[in-house]
């Protein structure tokens, strides 16, 4: 079969059909899949490097779940620190109110009355008032205790004073590991004066109730050992004792007192131990049934704190049982990791140092029914809010970091995914403009051609 052979003319346009055709292909694969660089043919360096951070987007991306996992989980355990902490306040709460019930619960002992009621009678004054009017020493001519008249206050029956002699009043109150120890000149003095040197003691406090009995209570729920005496001594100028010779009739460093009889009988408290004679107050209702009570309350929320903290778990981790939480932050192996590890604590009642509470003094136990114990309660809750701080912070300090290398990894994942899409998307406003002005040129083309093939067969025409 003969070759045809075209014009020079018709061989052009038709070359140049087929260039605009392979164009207009080329732009409309570039419009129906977005992009410029669709394999390694179009462009080598753009397509791999453009992969390459596609890959890398992607990678990060996937280690968003890991690391909203960890934000997560930490989340949980600070949420379990807020509810302990509250557990902890609950606890300060029911201490307090054991505190508050401390005055129905101190160690208190009660005379014999100092006054009756025929004094009453005769004096036309209360036995309170009577027994305080009192006079220490005995003013009489024997130490015995005289009766109040209606022109005569009446003593305790202290000793019996000299000419010239003066008398003392010594105190010893012991609680615990304190000690109080005073001498007062008491010559003059009346029950009134012992009471008020026993409240300045710290250690007890002294009233005369409507009885006319002397009553000794403790200021905490600690027993107190309790003594007086009185003493006599002839000071070195009449009249005039120095601070010195009071303190010499007084108490000496131990229990007892150089000349001090044993006149706590006298006061109406019935002890003939050793020379300065005192007793130990109990009380009789050191057992209070309001603390009682707020034990199962103080212990009940202390079990809470250790349920609460084995509950604050996420996705099998707790960070409040000493499981650790490793998160993730970069694509990377070995020691090009980037990630966060953090050490969780058991969070338990015995860790925080809070002991169960119970009703006697018992070794490793809060004694609800002593003072002692629960300002020792209140120190260890106040220690353990120190510490549910401090474990907050460091856990809120990790979650910060999380939620930061969070928000840089979609933005990094972003911009990863930005840069590949610059290297290989077409811009369609480009490509449509090129598609259009391959149009025109082909319908030229193709008129072009026409034109040519008008020519070719003109010639033929002269052949007609």
């Known amino acids: 079969m003969a070759n045809t052979i075209l014009s ?3 061989r052009n346009n038709l070359l140049t059909l087929q260039q605009t055709s392979a164009q207009q292909s080329v732009i409309q694969n570039r419009l129906a899949t977005g992009k410029r660089v669709n394999s390694a043919i179009d462009n080598p360096v753009n397509y791999f490097t453009s992969q390459s951070l596609n890959d890398r987007s992607s990678q990060l991306t996937g280690l968003l779940d890991g690391i909203s996992n960890g934000i997560q989980t930490i989340q949980a355990a600070s949420k379990g620190i807020d509810g302990i902490t509250k557990l902890v306040q609950s606890l300060q709460s029911t201490v307090k109110q054991a505190q508050a019930d401390a005055a129905q619960n101190r160690p208190t002992k009660a005379g014999t009355a100092l006054s009756t009621a025929t004094e009453a009678a005769l004096t036309s004054k209360s036995l309170k008032d009577i027994a305080l009017d009192k006079r220490i020493v005995d003013d009489n001519t024997a130490p015995t205790a005289n009766s109040a008249t209606a022109t005569y206050a009446g003593n305790v029956g202290g000793p019996v004073l000299a000419a010239g002699d003066q008398s003392t009043t010594s105190i010893y109150l012991k609680t615990g590991t304190t000690t109080y120890k005073a001498s007062f000149l008491s010559t003059n003095g009346t029950v009134r004066d012992v009471v008020n040197e026993i409240n300045k003691s710290g250690i007890a406090t002294a009233f005369v109730d409507e009885k006319g009995q002397l009553n000794i209570k403790g200021v905490g729920s600690e027993k107190v050992e309790f003594g007086i005496g009185t003493a006599t001594f002839t000071p070195a100028v009449a009249g005039a004792p120095t601070a010195a010779e009071i303190a010499a009739a007084g108490v000496t460093a131990d229990t007892t007192a150089t000349g001090v009889a044993s006149d706590n009988t006298d006061f109406g408290f019935a002890l003939t131990d050793n020379a300065f004679a005192t007793t130990t107050i109990t009380g009789s209702n050191i057992t209070s049934a309001v603390r009682s009570n707020l034990i199962q309350q103080f212990n009940d929320l202390r079990d809470q704190i250790d349920k609460l ?8 981790i707790n ?6 939480l490793s998160i993730v932050f970069n694509e990377k192996t070995g020691t090009n990791q980037t990630k966060l590890d953090i050490q969780g604590s058991t969070l338990s009642s015995d860790n925080l140092g809070i002991v169960q509470a119970t009703n006697t003094q018992l070794a490793g136990f809060f004694n609800f029914q002593n003072d002692l114990d629960l300002d ?4 260890a809750l106040t220690g353990s809010l120190t510490s549910l701080k401090s474990l907050s912070s460091t856990l809120g300090s990790n979650l910060s970091v999380a939620q930061t290398r969070q928000d840089f990894t979609k933005e990094l994942a972003n911009v990863l995914t930005s840069g590949a899409d610059n290297l290989v998307l077409a811009d369609p406003n480009a490509e449509g403009a090129s598609l259009l002005a391959l149009n025109t040129r082909q319908q030229l083309s193709q008129t072009a ?3 040519a093939n008008q020519a ?3 010639v033929l025409r002269l052949f007609g």
Do not use: I, M, P, Y
């Open 8 to 10: 020079s003319g018709v």
């Open 309 to 316: 903290a084995k509950d604050s778990s996420f996705n099998g």
């Open 319 to 324: 960070l409040l049982q000493g499981d650790r």
């Open 376 to 379: 020792k309660a209140t120190e």
């Open 449 to 451: 051609l026409s034109l």
């Open 456 to 458: 070719d067969q003109g």
